[in-house]
């Protein structure tokens, strides 16, 4: 974990809160936004040498990966993808494994909050065992069960990009504090 310049921070900011009004204003994260991010996070890197071009292509390409795949099972729409892969060009691959894990953490929380809210301990907890199976199986979880697809008016649906912003300004705080 390294503090990013304060160009960098002022990116990853921007694109985060952007992107968390729109997914809850209007369920979305557009293209205009997560595409310059992407191309000005790289040049950032590249022009500030900080986390340098490498890294942050990796940064990219990791979160695009590993975001492209819970699209593909139907758990994470793709401005979501799209948004963290920014995220990942400006922050490089490093700091971007710290924001997936405070990314992961906000999003565990809130969907807990969630499920305890509309009452759905027992159905969740079954979905989680029909996830395992499925992808056991080798088969995608949301063909088993609507439940689990985004898609389903029934599915549970937690705004993703704003536990990304939650995730990106909380390592932004925590990486100010430690190398203040």
């Known amino acids: 974990m390294s503090?990013?310049?304060p160009a960098?921070?002022?990116l990853l900011t921007a694109l985060v809160v952007i992107g968390a009004i729109w997914d809850i204003?209007?369920?979305?994260?557009?293209?205009w936004?997560?595409?310059p991010g992407v191309v000005i996070g790289l040049a950032l890197s590249w022009f500030l040498e900080v986390p340098g071009l490498g890294s942050?292509?990796?940064g990219m390409g990791v979160a695009f990966a590993i975001y492209f795949v819970l699209y593909l099972l139907h758990g994470m729409g793709a401005g979501d993808v799209k948004l963290m892969a920014a995220v990942g060009?400006?922050?490089g691959l490093t700091n971007w494994f710290g924001i997936l894990f405070l990314t992961a953490l906000f999003g565990g929380a809130v969907g807990i909050l969630m499920v305890a809210t509309k009452?759905?301990?027992r159905s969740t907890l079954f979905n989680?065992?029909?996830i395992v199976g499925s992808l056991g199986r080798g088969r995608a979880p949301y063909k088993d069960n609507p439940d689990l697809d985004l898609a389903s008016g029934t599915a549970m649906r937690l705004p993703h990009g704003v536990m990304i912003a939650l995730g990106t300004l909380s390592f932004l705080v925590v990486a100010f504090i430690h190398y203040r």
Do not use: E, H
Request: aromatic share 8%.
């Open 8 to 10: 960098t921070s002022i």
């Open 33 to 35: 936004l997560t595409l």
């Open 119 to 121: 009452g759905r301990f």
């Open 89 to 91: 060009a400006t922050a």
């Open 56 to 58: 942050s292509l990796k």
């Open 3 to 5: 503090l990013p310049p």
């Open 128 to 130: 989680m065992l029909r």
């Open 25 to 31: 204003r209007w369920r979305r994260i557009p293209n």
